[in-house]
């Protein structure tokens, strides 16, 4: 089964929603210039409150691996997911106390290569290229890259992805999950709670095609 991780979660009545439209997973980002950023306190509220099935991933950018290992521990999360230019040291670092979710910015030119400098991380989650921007860019991934890259690989598909491409992007890729932000929300940070059960819907429609 494709996992489903709703990134972004802000509060507890969006975190329920996605768990009742389906989700596996949580994402909560820690990285201060996101306009989905969640303080450690208000997402360890919710984290608390969340059934033992849905894993809770915390998202960092550049920060340091000591600070991501003592907050993962602190709020019991899952996986920690890194969205910056982190060395493969700093992967196999964090690798030895959770798993940990490399995250690229990918386009045509991107070598699959690179990946093999990673093999600590336990996935590899594929956004799309933005100067400037980690994440939440509503621009779609480079689908065939992905799916040679899905070959053997635990890929992640994120990017620009909404009810209207999910089902296809699935298809294409199948790819061990799905990353959605921007593409469920009503506004940043805030999520469209229609759009969470009608997004699952298709990732399980594409899943069965």
Not at 71 to 97: F, N, Y
Not at 153 to 160: K, M, Q, V
Request: proline fraction near 5%.
């Amino acid at each position: 089964m494709i996992r489903v991780k709703i990134c972004g979660i802000t509060n507890a009545a969006d975190a329920f929603a996605a768990i009742e439209a389906g989700a596996n997973l949580l994402g909560f980002n820690f990285y201060p210039k996101s306009p989905r950023h969640i303080t450690e306190d208000e997402a360890a509220k919710i984290r608390r409150q969340l059934p033992k099935k849905i894993k809770a991933v915390g998202i960092f950018v550049n920060a340091p691996p000591v600070d991501v290992a003592a907050l993962c521990k602190s709020m019991k999360l899952d996986a920690a997911q890194l969205h910056g230019e982190e060395t493969p040291e700093t992967v196999a670092e964090l690798a030895r106390s959770l798993p940990v979710f490399k995250a690229f910015r990918v386009e045509p030119e991107f070598r699959l290569g690179t990946l093999d400098e990673y093999p600590e991380a336990f996935a590899f989650l594929f956004d799309a290229a933005h100067t400037g921007q980690y994440g939440g860019t509503g621009r779609t991934t480079d689908w065939d890259v992905a799916r040679c890259a899905a070959v053997g690989r635990r890929i992640i598909l994120a990017g620009g992805l909404n009810v209207e491409n999910v089902a296809a992007a699935v298809r294409i890729v199948r790819p061990y999950g799905i990353d959605v932000a921007s593409g469920v929300e009503s506004k940043p940070g805030k999520k469209d709670h229609s759009l969470l059960r009608e997004f699952i819907q298709e990732v399980r429609r594409g899943e069965r095609k």
